[in-house]
């Protein structure tokens, strides 16, 4: 059965229903989920996330959504914007809490013998260092390439809605996305 009030919301905007979540309207956050989930779960996934990590990842924005919608200010930024920014910091939270954490052997790890029983690192020590590999490959790229990026890969931005973000010709957000992809290849590929 479908609820009147949620079929009523799904035609609000992001504005609004951050409104309506700043004054602890639960539906108006679960609206917020359906359309940003997705979004979210692709960004934590894009920042090297494991998938149980990923899904708390999604709680944890929506989490922080609920909780600091009052600070959303639609004469700063769009909500789409803030939204994404949110999920953005929570994702790099993760991503660095994963990175400092040593990664525990499960006790019958060792024992187990099959086809892939090789030495070397373990799949979430490849995961954190490739995490670290790419944060230094980003490391090469100039301040503009380096927002380019994150506003694409990391945000999730289309081109058109990128250059809009960052205030420049679509023109000049794809040269400096080709060429920071180039360079990040090229320092990625020698390592």
Same mark, same amino acid.
């Given at each position: 059965?479908? @609820?009147?009030?949620?079929?009523?919301?799904?035609?609000?905007? %992001?504005?609004?229903l951050?409104?309506?979540?700043?004054?602890?309207?639960?539906? #108006?956050?679960?609206?917020?989920? /359906? /359309?940003? $989930?997705?979004?979210?779960?692709s960004?934590?996934r894009?920042?090297?996330? @494991?998938?149980?990590?990923?899904? @708390?990842?999604?709680?944890?924005?929506?989490?922080?959504?609920w909780?600091?919608?009052?600070?959303f200010?639609?004469?700063?930024? +769009?909500?789409?914007?803030?939204?994404l920014?949110?999920?953005?910091?929570? $994702?790099? %939270?993760?991503?660095?809490?994963?990175?400092?954490?040593?990664?525990?052997?499960?006790? %019958?790890?060792e024992?187990?013998? @099959?086809?892939?029983?090789?030495?070397?690192?373990?799949? %979430?020590?490849?995961?954190?260092?490739?995490?670290? /590999?790419?944060?230094?490959?980003?490391?090469?790229?100039? #301040?503009?390439?380096?927002?380019? !990026?994150?506003?694409?890969?990391?945000?999730?931005?289309?081109?058109?809605?990128?250059?809009? +973000?960052?205030n !420049?010709?679509?023109?000049?957000?794809?040269?400096?996305?080709?060429?920071?992809?180039?360079k990040?290849?090229?320092?990625?590929?020698?390592?």
């Open positions: 059965m479908v @609820d009147c009030a949620s079929m009523s919301l799904e035609a609000f905007t %992001d504005e609004s951050l409104a309506l979540v700043a004054r602890s309207d639960e539906e #108006a956050l679960r609206v917020l989920f /359906r /359309r940003y $989930a997705g979004a979210v779960l960004l934590a894009r920042m090297g996330l @494991d998938a149980a990590t990923r899904e @708390d990842c999604v709680q944890e924005v929506f989490g922080r959504i909780k600091g919608a009052k600070s200010d639609p004469q700063k930024t +769009q909500a789409r914007s803030w939204l920014a949110v999920a953005h910091h929570q $994702a790099v %939270d993760l991503v660095r809490r994963q990175a400092a954490r040593p990664q525990a052997i499960e006790p %019958d790890a024992h187990q013998a @099959d086809a892939f029983d090789v030495a070397g690192p373990g799949l %979430d020590e490849v995961g954190a260092l490739d995490r670290i /590999r790419i944060q230094k490959a980003l490391n090469v790229l100039s #301040a503009e390439e380096r927002s380019v !990026i994150e506003v694409l890969y990391y945000q999730g931005y289309a081109h058109g809605e990128a250059a809009e +973000q960052l !420049i010709p679509l023109g000049t957000l794809k040269t400096r996305a080709r060429r920071a992809l180039e990040l290849r090229e320092v990625l590929g020698d390592a």
